[in-house]
């Protein structure tokens, strides 16, 4: 999968697990042809977010330190350009509205899973 300019998809995953995040990748590259880079926090995040500029950040939304809604406000801050998805376990608890963190949407872990999913997402935001 390329972006509009035919470069390689730049896909963040952040995600204080580390399984998660090694998961997510093979998955992610089974379903598209991203380049891919991990991020273990929120602070993490926000400096490869500067660094790297990535196109599309899946981010954990409860984590140690600054967690996902607190990182996207910075990543956002810092580039409007980016594409961010919130992630969690359980909607259970979750902010219902996403217009303060910046983010595009939030789903739970579980929907990457389900088939075909992953690929329309990845496109969708590459659009």
């Given at each position: 999968?390329?972006?509009?300019n035919g470069a390689a998809a730049s896909v963040l995953i952040v995600d204080d697990s580390s399984t998660f995040r090694t998961a997510f990748r093979s998955y992610?590259?089974?379903?598209?042809?991203?380049?891919?880079?991990?991020?273990?926090?929120?602070?993490?995040?926000?400096?490869?977010?500067?660094?790297?500029?990535?196109?599309?950040?899946?981010?954990?939304?409860?984590?140690?330190?600054?967690?996902?809604?607190?990182?996207?406000?910075?990543?956002?801050?810092?580039?409007?350009?980016?594409?961010?998805?919130?992630?969690?376990?359980?909607?259970?608890?979750?902010?219902?509205?996403?217009?303060?963190?910046?983010?595009?949407?939030?789903?739970?872990?579980?929907?990457?899973?389900?088939?075909?999913?992953?690929?329309?997402?990845?496109?969708?935001?590459?659009?």
């Amino acid at each position: 999968m390329t972006g509009a300019n035919g470069a390689a998809a730049s896909v963040l995953i952040v995600d204080d697990s580390s399984t998660f995040r090694t998961a997510f990748r093979s998955y992610l590259l089974d379903q598209s042809a991203c380049e891919i880079v991990e991020a273990p926090s929120g602070e993490a995040a926000v400096k490869m977010c500067r660094e790297l500029s990535p196109k599309i950040v899946f981010m954990d939304l409860r984590m140690p330190g600054i967690g996902g809604l607190e990182a996207c406000r910075q990543i956002r801050a810092a580039s409007a350009d980016t594409r961010l998805v919130l992630l969690s376990a359980s909607l259970r608890g979750a902010p219902q509205d996403l217009t303060t963190s910046g983010a595009t949407r939030i789903m739970t872990k579980d929907e990457l899973l389900v088939p075909g999913r992953i690929r329309a997402l990845v496109q969708q935001l590459m659009e």
